[in-house]
Each structure stands twice: as structure tokens, then as C-alpha cells.
């Protein structure tokens, strides 16, 4: 590894920690004017990060960096790793009493918007923390779309490109400045985050409630400030606004903004969307149909909280209305196969994502076709786009590597004394980016809590695998890699 480049690495990840140090004065005010004593904690972390960042900045100056796919795959670990460890510092230093995995695995989950959390007592924690975390997960979300648009294909991992989408109009290149981009896809996320919040003021939450699950509910993070999660608000119409913005938020962003900015509805003729919403659809019916054949529910009742609950689990996002483990069996299992699924490409949500299975439908399909007819040529296609050969064997390594990660951490996660149903959805629900698992530990009515520090530095390298599509972190750690 070229010297040179991770000094131009640290030195953006020294960018980014002056901005963290600037958004912990955030809480720190949050909690002064409530008169908690935390706001000295996030001050003095801010004052300390903000200098070390500083003085990291500026011993590590120097021209433009070479970019390259080498320093791209080292730039985007560095980020997030330094985000993370930022992040933990308030939490682990706070009146909370977490070690150090704890305040690790919280902040991981939050920037990566997984929604896991080790905190009991929501209800009773410093509004300034609880903003934190919601604040981390809003900024979050929004390093996961410029990652997902225009790092991740860059480095051809499997990713889709704003500017390779048949959709986005590449013919006339709306923005083919990444400045207009990011300031038209800045105001939108910011405009659906106020939307998210006065929507759920109107319907049954209190002002600082709705600031903090919008800015979780648009970065499909799922922290809530009540340990029920939005079981505690009791409120239908709540539910339903929230699976509209859960659900709008798993879109492609990119999308979004040509719909917004250019008015083109012909945008949302992008495949992934219609096959998400079409899975979410069927799950969601099915499982209310069930509840209400299984436990006697009143129809609307079940289908306000099966689609709140199914769209929170696609979406990746994590929260709960009810306690859906207890509905039966067939909701157990349509949730667990949920939280392999996920959202669409260039949104805020995780999982393996729509895209892809369209993909490895129509590459299934190809060759089942050439068994037939060898000599014949069969394209696979995605929408009009014919997929190259590159991006079909990108697709299928991050499939068998993320099953082949899920393996892997059940059977560790086994062998550290977990129960079958524990270990294999407490590794998927962390490395899908969904929140809760299944089982009496850490179902949708418990956390992560009673988990130990192993256990808790697994499942945060698995969230930030799931997050940054695997193969990215993965390949800084082949010998070739740091080859000069």
C-alpha cells in the first residue's frame, strides 16, 4: 500500500471528524436546556475530537489525492470506521454506564441505520443521547446514498450507478455535475425528514418524538426513544404514516429526485421498484390475512400493523408495533425471510436488495434457457439495459459471500451458547441492516443487551459488512490489496 494514499485517507477521515465534533454541540445544547448533565460530556468530546481532528487535518496536508479504486475501497473503510468510534465516545462516556463494545455496537448501529440497540430504559435516557442517536443515524443515511450511487459502482462491487440507470434520463445527463446532485438529493432528504416529523406530530407524537423517529424513520434506522418502539404511541394513523415514509425511503433516491425535480413519473418504470413494492405487498397482505384467520383480529387492525411491520423489516429500518413473534409461525417465518430481502439500490435501506434479484432471476432464467438451446444467445436483462458480464459476476460473488457471512456468524455466535433461532437472526437481522431478531432475547419485544463483548464486536463488523456491501471491506483484507 502507497504510503501516500493513506495519508490523503486520513486526512479526509480528519474532515470528517471535525464535522462530528460540530454536530455533538447538537446534543450537548439539547441536554443543557433540559438540564441534564450529559451536555458536559458531549461538549468536552467535541472539544477533544474537534482538536485531534484538527491537528490530524493539518499534519496530513497535501495536493488532490490520486483516486483510485485502491484508495477508493481504503477511503470508504477508514470512513466508516471513524464514524463508528466517534460516535461510540459520547455514548460510552455518557451517564448510560456502557463499556466500550456497547457504545461500539450502539453508534455501529446507528451509522450503518441497523436500529439495534443494547439500551434499556429508553423512556428515561438523556434526550440529548437519544438525539444523538437519531442524529447519527440521519447522517448515516445519507453517507449510505452517496455510497450506494456513486462510490459502490465505482468499485464494482455489484452496486447501480445514478448515472447508469436507463431511468434517470442519462440521454440529456440531468446531473452530470455530482455538486447538482448532491444538492438537489440534500433538499429532498431534508424535505422528507420535516415532512416524516409533522406527520408524526399530527398523529399522536410529541414534537421532540417526531424530530427524533423522522430522522430515524428517513435514514431506515429504527432507534426509537421508547423501549416499545411505536408500540408505546398506540396510534393507527401513526402507523400507517409511518410505512409510508419507511416505504418511500427504501426507494432509489436518485429516482426521487428526477420525479421531484423533473416531474418524470416515467422514472418510476425502474424494475426494482415495482418488484419491491410488489413483495412488500404480498408479504404484507398475507401475514394480515393470517393474523386475522389465526388470532381473531379485526381486519384494518391487522393490516395496519402487518404493512407498518413488514415495511419496517424490508425496508430495514426495525421498528416494532407489536410484538409480531407471538402472531405464529407462518409470521416468523415471512419476517425472517423479510430480513434477507431489503430495499432498493440508492436508498437508505440494507439487505441484498431488489435489484439483485432481479438480476439473478433473469441470469437464472438465461441459463436454464441455454440448456435447451446451447448455440442460442440469451441476454440478461435488467428493465431495456442489458446487464454485462462484470456487473452479473459482481452480483453473484456478493450473494454467495453473504450467505456464506451468515454461515459463518450463526455458527460462531452458536458456538458461543445461543439457541439455533438467536444465532441465525441475530447475525442476518445485523448484517441485512434490519434491527430486531427473533427469539426471547433479542426478538422484536427485546435488544441486544444481555449480549457479551464478543458477541457485541461480531455483530458490529457484520453491520458494517451488511453496510458496506461486504466485498468492499472484505477486499482490503486479501494480501494482494497492500501490494504496492
Avoid at 28 to 56: K, P, Q, R
Wanted: proline share 4%.
Amino acid at each position: 500500500m502507497n504510503a501516500t494514499l493513506f495519508r490523503h485517507a486520513v486526512h479526509i477521515a480528519a474532515i470528517l471528524g471535525l464535522y462530528l465534533s460540530g454536530a455533538m454541540l447538537i446534543p450537548a445544547l439539547v441536554d443543557l436546556y433540559y438540564g441534564h448533565a450529559d451536555w458536559e460530556i458531549f461538549a468536552v468530546t467535541a472539544f477533544l475530537t474537534g482538536g485531534l481532528s484538527a491537528a490530524t487535518f493539518m499534519a496530513t496536508r497535501a495536493g488532490p489525492p490520486p483516486f483510485s479504486k485502491k484508495f477508493g475501497f481504503l477511503l470508504v473503510n477508514l470512513l466508516w470506521f471513524v464514524f463508528s468510534v466517534v460516535g461510540a465516545i459520547p455514548l460510552w462516556l455518557s451517564s448510560l454506564d456502557l463499556d466500550f463494545a456497547q457504545a461500539l455496537f450502539e453508534s455501529v448501529s446507528a451509522v450503518t441505520t441497523t436500529g439495534s440497540t443494547v439500551i434499556v430504559g429508553l423512556d428515561n435516557a438523556p434526550p440529548g443521547l437519544l438525539l444523538w442517536r437519531s442524529l447519527l443515524c440521519w447522517l448515516g443515511g445519507i453517507g449510505i446514498v452517496v455510497l450506494g450511487l456513486f462510490i459502490i459502482p465505482y468499485l464494482r462491487v455489484g452496486g447501480m450507478s445514478f448515472f447508469k440507470m436507463e431511468s434517470s434520463d442519462t440521454s440529456d445527463k440531468t446531473f452530470a455535475r455530482i455538486a447538482s446532485f448532491s444538492r438537489a438529493f440534500l433538499a429532498v432528504y431534508v424535505t422528507i425528514t420535516l415532512l416524516c416529523a409533522v406527520g408524526y406530530n399530527m398523529t399522536g407524537m410529541n414534537r421532540f418524538d417526531a424530530i427524533n423517529h423522522a430522522m430515524s424513520t428517513v435514514a431506515t434506522g429504527g432507534f426509537s426513544t421508547h423501549d416499545a418502539s411505536f408500540a408505546y404511541f398506540g396510534s393507527v394513523p401513526l402507523l400507517w404514516t409511518g410505512t409510508f415514509f419507511m416505504t418511500l425511503c427504501s426507494l432509489p433516491f436518485s429516482i426521487l429526485i428526477v420525479l421531484v425535480v423533473r416531474g418524470r413519473l416515467d422514472a418510476l418504470r425502474d424494475p426494482q421498484i415495482s418488484v419491491f413494492l410488489g413483495y412488500l405487498t404480498v408479504f404484507s397482505v398475507a401475514v394480515a390475512a393470517y393474523h386475522r384467520l389465526a388470532n381473531g383480529v379485526e381486519f384494518h387492525l391487522a393490516l395496519a400493523h402487518s404493512f407498518f411491520n413488514i415495511s419496517s423489516i424490508l425496508s430495514t429500518t426495525g421498528y416494532a408495533s407489536e410484538d409480531y413473534s407471538l402472531w405464529g409461525p407462518f409470521v416468523v417465518m415471512t419476517a425472517f425471510i423479510a430480513t434477507f430481502m431489503g430495499g432498493c439500490s440508492g436508498s437508505t435501506a440494507g439487505g441484498i436488495k431488489a435489484y439483485r434479484f432481479v438480476v439473478l432471476f433473469n441470469a437464472i432464467r438465461s441459463g436454464l434457457n441455454r440448456l435447451i438451446y446451447p448455440n442460442a444467445i440469451y441476454a440478461v436483462r435488467y428493465g431495456n439495459s442489458t446487464v454485462d458480464l462484470d456487473t452479473q459476476r459482481a452480483i453473484f460473488l456478493f450473494f454467495i459471500t453473504y450467505i456464506l457471512l451468515w454461515v459463518f456468524g450463526s455458527l460462531v455466535m452458536a458456538a458461543l451458547g445461543y439457541d439455533l433461532v438467536t444465532a441465525v437472526s441475530a447475525v442476518i437481522t445485523c448484517l441485512s441492516n434490519v434491527g430486531p431478531g427473533l427469539g426471547s432475547i433479542i426478538g422484536p419485544a427485546g435488544n441486544f443487551s444481555t449480549l457479551g463483548d464478543p458477541e457485541l464486536y461480531l455483530l458490529s463488523l457484520m453491520m458494517l459488512l451488511g453496510r458496506l456491501e461486504v466485498l468492499t471491506v472484505l477486499v482490503i483484507l486479501t494480501p494482494v490489496f497492500w501490494k504496492h
